[in-house]
């Protein structure tokens, strides 16, 4: 009933920026929390950055500073404003959120992950 959509991934020289987006759709009621994730060959999955429904937001250590998460609530859209990108950035993004949605006549919580994004950053 909830699909996410990611966009805005790519190739980027160290240095380099990319703002990756990802929007909610489905038969959602409201969504709590909205963040990213993202993978690297050979690791596990790791939180980088969510933010709440009330613009409440946290970051891994490694990308503070450097990335900027940002919402629009009336497009249930989640944005990551990326700089200062380095190869050690380079990984498949996931999006993720936390929603309330209709299952039939019934609200009932749901988390929901995209299908990822590929950033790799090399020169």
């Known amino acids: 009933q909830v699909r996410l959509v990611e966009s805005g991934g790519g190739l980027v020289q160290p240095g380099g920026s990319l703002r990756l987006s990802c929007t909610a759709s489905g038969s959602i009621s409201s969504i709590n929390t909205m963040g990213w994730y993202r993978q690297a060959p050979g690791k596990q999955r790791e939180l980088v950055a969510h933010i709440t429904n009330s613009d409440t937001t946290n970051y891994a250590d490694s990308v503070k500073g450097r990335f900027t998460i940002s919402r629009e609530k009336a497009k249930n859209t989640v944005y990551l404003q990326m700089n200062s990108l380095k190869p050690g950035d380079t990984a498949v993004y996931y999006c993720?959120?936390?929603?309330?949605?209709?299952?039939?006549?019934?609200?009932?919580?749901?988390?929901?992950w995209g299908q990822g994004t590929q950033v790799t950053v090399s020169s």
């Open positions: 993720n959120a936390d929603l309330e949605v209709f299952i039939g006549s019934t609200l009932e919580r749901s988390v929901s």
